[in-house]
């Protein structure tokens, strides 16, 4: 099992960009395909994208595709969500997550991070 910690929110204007980063500890990161979601006030949470094992294999929600890039460096344990082109709909608290299921779904997902606030402003 894997500790995850993300980090890299904050505030920015629309149009603006921001990179997250999740943190794993634990040698067994790189067994684990990973995943960032996101949590809008009074919304349910909701999968924006995910990477497999290797880094080869990438998948993303409609909304962020061409504008999101999700990565991640087994060498150092981490996994990388770089935004791009944001708006104020990409307000949200993002979580990222160790894959222990088949899909993309909340509940294919565990090992959940504390999460790290997004803001965008109009």
């Known amino acids: 099992q894997v500790q995850l910690v993300e980090s890299g929110g904050g505030l920015v204007q629309a149009g603006g960009s921001l990179r997250l980063s999740c943190a794993a500890s634990?040698?067994?990161?790189?067994?684990?395909?990973m995943g960032w979601f996101r949590q809008a006030p009074g919304k349910e949470r909701e999968f924006v994208a995910t990477?497999?094992?290797?880094?080869?294999?990438?998948y993303y929600q409609d909304s962020v595709k061409g504008r999101f890039t999700i990565s991640r460096d087994n060498a150092k344990n981490t996994v990388y969500l770089q935004m791009n082109s944001l708006n104020p709909e990409d307000t949200a608290v993002y979580y990222c997550?160790?894959?222990?299921?088949?899909?993309?779904?909340?509940?294919?997902?565990?090992?959940w991070g504390q999460g790290t606030q997004v803001t965008v402003s109009s």
């Open positions: 990477i497999n094992w290797s880094g080869g294999r990438t």
């Open positions: 997550a160790a894959q222990i299921g088949l899909g993309s779904a909340v509940s294919d997902f565990g090992s």
């Open positions: 634990g040698r067994t990161f790189s067994n684990y395909g």
